[in-house]
């Protein structure tokens, strides 16, 4: 398609300074040619700087009229390039730094989500409770996350006490904070939500006991069910929680919310996504195929949200 001069000039940042830089260029790289064929003059940014100066250097010098962010982990997810993008009045994709940071940090966003009611596991944050606590075998299964990172990364299921050792000291290369929080025996779902609505949920079906970075970026690792197939009552539940889980942490334009389902139908939020991934494994471009809503015109009507 032949550019449209009334379409704002859009810089499609990707790569970054995280681990998960290579999923971020394969996110960025499928967006620029969904929005060249849409018709928008693109500008691609392959980051690797965290540097404010470089970065508002690069975008003020090519006149662009908006971001679309496609970093994925520190520095992308993490309100970081947001503030930036904030203090310079340069409009762009996605979360505001505040609700980026919220749902980045593991541990704030358990805690924001006890304050406002929302279900979701037991979580401790290591080194706030004795470590005698965790040789309780009762408390097992537990997962163990680092605070700050994504796709999975430094995250581990133990099932004893030298597990969790072990398992502590992997997720501490990642972050300097870990949480345990409770594994608990159900089925996993995603629901993406575009503008102020929710996606049709999916069901993860991994061949893992744990739905890790293989899983994710794998061929034949995961089983996605697209629509999730659980009753009609259940499946606008999902899809209403996850919403008002998007709006609470004040979310806009885009995102992902990963929940659990138990067997007596009780829902548990995991975490918000404000940067799903835009690979050919994505669950949100997935959900809005489902609907209908073709990858390019996706990408369109995010930019779109972005512009107003």
Request: proline content about 4%.
């Amino acid at each position: 398609m032949a550019v449209d001069q009334n379409k704002p000039k859009v810089c499609v940042m990707m790569g970054g300074v995280s681990a998960e830089r290579e999923v971020s260029l394969e996110t960025g790289r499928n967006v620029s040619k969904a929005l060249k064929e849409q018709g928008y003059k693109v500008v691609d940014f392959v980051l690797d700087t965290r540097d404010k100066y470089e970065i508002i250097s690069f975008l003020k010098s090519r006149n662009i009229d908006l971001v679309f962010i496609a970093l994925h982990g520190e520095f992308g997810e993490d309100g970081g390039v947001q503030s930036i993008l904030e203090e310079q009045n340069i409009p762009f994709t996605g979360s505001g730094s505040s609700a980026s940071k919220r749902c980045m940090d593991k541990i704030d966003f358990h805690r924001f989500m006890q304050m406002h009611n929302i279900n979701i596991p037991d979580f401790w944050v290591v080194g706030e409770v004795d470590e005698g606590f965790f040789k309780n075998e009762n408390l097992y299964p537990l997962i163990i996350k680092p605070h700050l990172g994504g796709s999975s990364i430094g995250v581990k299921v133990v099932n004893d006490f030298p597990q969790f050792v072990l398992a502590v000291e992997a997720a501490r290369k990642v972050s300097a904070q870990v949480l345990a929080e409770k594994f608990i025996l159900a089925r996993e779902f995603t629901v993406g939500i575009l503008g102020q609505r929710s996606l049709v949920p999916i069901e993860i079906k991994p061949k893992k006991k744990f739905f890790d970075y293989a899983c994710k970026y794998s061929d034949n690792m995961t089983e996605y069910i697209v629509p999730a197939k659980i009753r009609q009552d259940l499946f606008v539940k999902m899809q209403k929680q996850a919403l008002k889980t998007y709006r609470i942490c004040g979310c806009r334009h885009f995102s992902r919310v990963d929940l659990l389902l138990d067997n007596q139908g009780k829902i548990y939020i995991l975490e918000v996504n404000t940067i799903p991934g835009f690979t050919s494994h994505s669950l949100l471009p997935m959900a809005a195929a489902y609907e209908g809503i073709s990858f390019g015109r996706l990408c369109s009507l995010i930019v779109e949200m972005a512009s107003k």
